[in-house]
Nanobody, 120 residues
């Protein structure tokens, strides 16, 4: 069974940093792409980043603009999102996602989410 459990959210001031973590189980990164989505109040969910270990793909949403870095630790089955230079508009619930094979616009597996709040 695929499971994704996020942690690391919290309250941070604008310009600060946070690292989100996602504990993945039930699959390996060779077979699944993993990534992050976010949803702000009153807005649609949007893709933040995805990484596919099978083909080396890494993608970021346009709004990231070099501020976030996604990474995986195969030994620990962990996914990370390092977020720097945070802005108030980054405030959202961040979800860890997984999908078989490659990065996609659609993901079948979602974590429960972790709240990130950036104060101005």
């Amino acid at each position: 069974e695929v499971q994704l459990v996020e942690s690391g959210g919290g309250l941070v001031q604008a310009g600060g940093s946070l690292r989100l973590s996602c504990a993945a189980s039930g699959f390996t990164f060779v077979d699944y792409a993993v990534g992050w989505f976010r949803q702000a109040p009153g807005k649609e969910r949007e893709g933040v980043s995805c990484i596919s270990d099978s083909d080396g793909t890494i993608v970021y949403g346009d709004f990231v603009k070099g501020r976030f870095t996604i990474s995986i630790d195969n030994a620990k089955n962990m996914v990370y999102l390092q977020m720097n230079s945070l802005k108030p508009e980054d405030t959202a619930v961040y979800y860890c996602v997984a999908e078989a094979a490659y990065c996609s616009d659609q993901y079948n597996y979602w974590g429960q989410g972790t709240q990130v709040t950036v104060s101005s």
